[in-house]
């Protein structure tokens, strides 16, 4: 690569983990918030999923908003909504300017993460892009892990404001190399947008992020929660349909027609879902049933973490020596590994137990979440590439959402059962849905067997 590609991967790269890495952070801040603004856990979970319902909403947009606009302006916009989500929340005087904060940051992190990979598509030599793609999903699958770290410390040691301030020199950092490195390559066309299309979107999105929350108090087969779940599914139908016959779609629906990038969407997603949901149970774990404070419960994901940062770069350069089935199934695999001994241990786990069964964790998703989505990307043709990277790039943020969602609900269920202590119901929430990421984890492994099935594929 040259200098100006690789400042322009690095300044991207820097503000989507400055947005990824908050997510995981606040999380460990939750109890102190819940007790400052006398808030429940239903309402503060919100700080991580209402971010991830932005992102979700904005990262579709960006297959329009790469052909429609120079990359260098769409660049400076996301920085300017995350610095000014960033300062809003830092000097909030109550929990609704830190949750308005939180989703325009949203917006910000929502324009630059795909940019950062259409950057590397556009960019990168074939032959070097599973490493380079290992360096990107680095971001994506350890700035949660890092989160709890960072975050419990700051808590601890100077306040939750601080999680804010300390991001504010890396958004400089990001804005000032950007500036000087994005280059424009591709031609801008004059597109409309399809706004038709993207209230189906918004519509099918909010109506899964509210019926996954709103299930801890109705249940899953109440009508409310029901109703919602119809709602979202009629509108994604509606959305398919009318973006085949449109001829300016917002995404150009016909990547679906690819069995091979269906299933890595969906393996995709089951990833995602399950590193949000261990960042959120475990520091979650650590506070309410080993009593730790936050900064050690934090720390518990530290040790697994630093060894993600190289396992991540070795899982992308396994892709480019091996190929993607090597590397995928054995990461699922250690993935699927680390949740069952999680599950099985946890009654009577301690904090070194948990240390090694994450970082067992973390070694699976290095190589797996990375290379499913570069596998999911090399099966469509060039020039759809940038609506596959919505696509997946999309249903990563929606997954994680809904893993911060499906699990908060599963330990709130159990923490709200008759005559079971708060500390008893977490550790039981926590291990059914250790349980659940287990049986997810079996799932992503048979998906990819079958996209693996043909000797002949050559990815």
């Known amino acids: 690569m040259n200098k100006k590609t690789m400042g322009s991967i690095i300044a991207t790269g820097i503000l989507s983990f400055a947005g990824i890495v908050v997510e995981t952070a606040m999380n460990v801040a939750f109890p102190t918030l819940m007790s400052e603004f006398h808030v429940s856990v239903a309402l503060v979970q919100w700080l991580t999923t209402g971010y991830l319902l932005v992102l979700s909403l904005i990262i579709p947009t960006s297959s329009f908003l790469k052909r429609s606009f120079p990359t260098k302006n769409l660049f400076i916009i996301s920085n300017v909504f995350f610095i000014s989500g960033t300062l809003l929340a830092m000097l909030a005087c109550n929990f609704w300017m830190i949750l308005i904060g939180r989703l325009i940051q949203g917006v910000g992190t929502g324009i630059a993460l795909p940019l950062m990979f259409n950057i590397i598509v556009e960019r990168v030599h074939p032959s070097k892009i599973g490493t380079v793609m290992g360096f990107a999903n680095l971001i994506i699958a350890f700035a949660p892990a890092i989160g709890p770290t960072m975050g419990g410390y700051i808590v601890k040691t100077f306040g939750w404001r601080d999680i804010f301030l300390v991001l504010l020199p890396l958004l400089v950092i990001s804005f000032l190399i950007g500036i000087k490195s994005i280059e424009q390559i591709s031609k801008i066309e004059h597109l409309k947008f399809n706004w038709i299309n993207w209230i189906a979107l918004a519509i099918t999105f909010s109506c899964i992020i509210f019926a996954t929350n709103d299930a801890s108090?109705?249940?899953?087969?109440?009508?409310?929660?029901?109703?919602?779940?119809?709602?979202?599914?009629?509108?994604?139908?509606?959305?398919?349909?009318?973006?085949?016959?449109?001829l300016q779609p917002l995404i150009r629906v016909n990547v679906f027609s690819n069995l091979r990038f269906d299933l890595s969407t969906i393996a995709l997603m089951i990833s995602q879902f399950s590193i949000l949901g261990v960042s959120l149970l475990i520091p979650n774990f650590a506070q309410l049933v080993l009593h730790k404070n936050a900064f050690v419960a934090g720390f518990l994901l530290l040790p697994g973490t630093t060894l993600g940062i190289v396992m991540s770069l070795l899982g992308g350069k396994a892709l480019d020596y091996y190929g993607a089935k090597k590397p995928i199934l054995f990461g699922f695999g250690a993935y699927a590994i680390a949740m069952l001994l999680l599950t099985v241990f946890l009654p009577n786990i301690n904090t070194g137990l948990i240390i090694i069964f994450f970082a067992i964790a973390v070694i699976g998703q290095a190589?797996?979440?990375?290379?499913?989505?570069?596998?999911?990307?090399?099966?469509?043709?060039?020039?759809?590439?940038?609506?596959?990277?919505?696509?997946?790039?999309?249903v990563q943020q929606l997954a994680g959402a809904l893993g911060t969602s499906i699990v908060a609900t599963i330990v709130a269920n159990a923490q709200n059962a008759k005559n079971v202590s708060m500390q008893m119901g977490t550790l039981n929430g926590a291990r059914s849905a250790f349980g659940l990421l287990f049986i997810l984890q079996i799932i992503a492994i048979i998906l990819n067997i079958i996209i693996f099935r043909n000797k002949n594929n050559k990815a």
Not at 218 to 242: E, M, N, P, R, T
Not at 367 to 394: E, H, I, K, M, W
């Open 217 to 246: 108090d109705y249940g899953w087969l109440s009508i409310h929660v029901l109703a919602l779940i119809c709602i979202s599914i009629i509108s994604i139908v509606f959305f398919y349909f009318h973006s085949k016959k449109d």
């Open 367 to 394: 190589f797996s979440s990375g290379n499913t989505l570069t596998n999911g990307l090399q099966q469509l043709p060039n020039d759809l590439n940038t609506d596959g990277n919505a696509v997946l790039n999309t």
